[in-house]
């Protein structure tokens, strides 16, 4: 399909396209066939040729190492890396450190930006967003947030617990939310807290088990469970304004959420590509696969959906260039993470044993999408903001013809 991205988007996502092919897939199939998983030193061998390519990290401003597309431009070349499992990582473009580059360079000052943002694009340090935390904490519902940061001076103490902290394991700092005016309402009493992991007090207390959780690299990075406990960073380290975290974060989130989409878009195209080269292969009863008409029929229903989520994404990235596009996002969030769990379900099906084997990726594929209804927002959560919106407007006009209608039918009723 051609979407008409502008002339420099389609030139870096082909040079994407071509680093994916040439260099990525081979390495990523290598790692399936052998079960040896990809090196540090390997990834950072991906990172130099990325940036040989002028490829590595599109998303940041050319000051700090990065290509400088801005977000809509950027898209096509995401959607190119989420072909496959290690293609985001070889051009530093993986969640969360995306979104956390993305979040400094937005609202970091200068000299936040010069400390922990230049080294992070480089790929010298990592990072983790410590947003979710356990029952009875904030996760679907933020405003549940129960870790705080009380000033002492010049100094935040922040006490919390909070888990699914995405490559909290191997991070050297992270950005917490914590309630920083706990008399206000959270969403105007909320900061991001930039905490160095070697702070005393950060108590790294698991990897979370996870759905998807064998990564064939050795840089697994893992989802965090981690208890903040007195932990004392300087006032400074504020990340954007003080009490304006939820502000912050939903800037952060909602171009994340698009990013993901474009990730998942990029899997899902592969996902049926390895199908239908499957089913143009294998025979039974008589025919290939391909010639099977239901088989044919629900990867037409696949293609269809797929290119409607690419579309909305599309429509949303434009949106967001004028308003926060919060509704065409959590839309194109909603829709897309559906029509990817049940695409690469299918391909998965259409592969019969060869789809569960993990000599093909599809198996690893199915695992890591079926999260994608939950993070960044689950498919509940953006289903009750959709609604609400709708429901926000209603015509007035619409609502008294249909009383009047109900009310003429009330006496047509008594008249019979």
């Not at 969640?95 to 580059?101: D, I, K, T, V, Y």
């Not at 380290?237 to 878009?265: D, I, K, P, W």
């Not at 926000?392 to 008294?400: A, C, Q, S």
């Amino acid at each position: 399909m051609e979407y008409h991205d502008s002339e420099k988007a389609n030139a870096v996502a082909g040079r994407v396209a071509s680093f994916m092919e040439e260099v990525v897939l081979p390495r990523e199939r290598k790692a399936l066939a052998t079960g040896e998983p990809i090196s540090d030193d390997e990834i950072e061998g991906l990172w130099d040729q990325a940036k040989d390519r002028d490829l590595f990290a599109p998303q940041v401003p050319e000051e700090y190492g990065g290509q400088g597309l801005d977000f809509r431009d950027m898209l096509p070349s995401f959607e190119q890396v989420g072909r496959s499992l290690i293609g985001a990582l070889a051009i530093r473009a993986n969640a969360p450190q995306e979104g956390n580059m993305h979040t400094l360079e937005m609202v970091g000052t200068e000299e936040q930006k010069e400390e922990w943002l230049r080294p992070l694009v480089q790929g010298e340090i990592s990072s983790a967003f410590s947003m979710t935390e356990p029952m009875q904490g904030g996760g679907s519902d933020p405003k549940m947030l129960q870790t705080t940061a009380i000033r002492d001076g010049d100094e935040w103490v922040i006490n919390g617990h909070k888990w699914w902290t995405t490559d909290g394991l191997d991070a050297d700092f992270y950005l917490v939310m914590a309630r920083t005016d706990l008399e206000a309402h959270p969403y105007e009493g909320t900061s991001i807290i930039l905490v160095p992991a070697d702070a005393d007090g950060v108590n790294v207390v698991r990897n979370v088990p996870h759905l998807g959780g064998h990564a064939i690299t050795e840089r697994t990075g893992g989802h965090a469970e981690i208890k903040y406990e007195n932990v004392r960073v300087p006032v400074e380290n504020t990340v954007g304004a003080e009490n304006e975290g939820f502000q912050v974060a939903q800037m952060r989130l909602g171009g994340g959420r698009l990013t993901h989409c474009m990730r998942y878009s990029g899997m899902t195209e592969r996902a049926l590509e390895i199908a239908k080269a499957y089913l143009s292969e294998r025979e039974a009863f008589g025919t290939t696969l391909e010639d099977k008409q239901a088989l044919r029929h629900r990867i037409a229903d696949a293609e269809t959906r797929l290119h409607a989520a690419r579309t909305m994404c599309r429509h949303a990235a434009r949106e967001l260039d004028r308003s926060d596009a919060r509704i065409e996002i959590a839309m194109a969030k909603l829709f897309t993470a559906n029509v990817t769990n049940d695409s690469i379900d299918l391909a998965l099906q259409c592969c019969g044993g060869n789809g569960i084997g993990k000599d093909l990726p599809l198996a690893h594929f199915y695992e890591h999408v079926r999260a994608f209804r939950i993070v960044d927002g689950a498919d509940e959560v953006h289903r009750r903001t959709i609604a609400r919106h709708a429901f926000e407007d209603v015509d007035e006009t619409e609502l008294e013809n249909v009383l009047r209608f109900d009310e003429d039918r009330r006496i047509d009723a008594l008249d019979e």
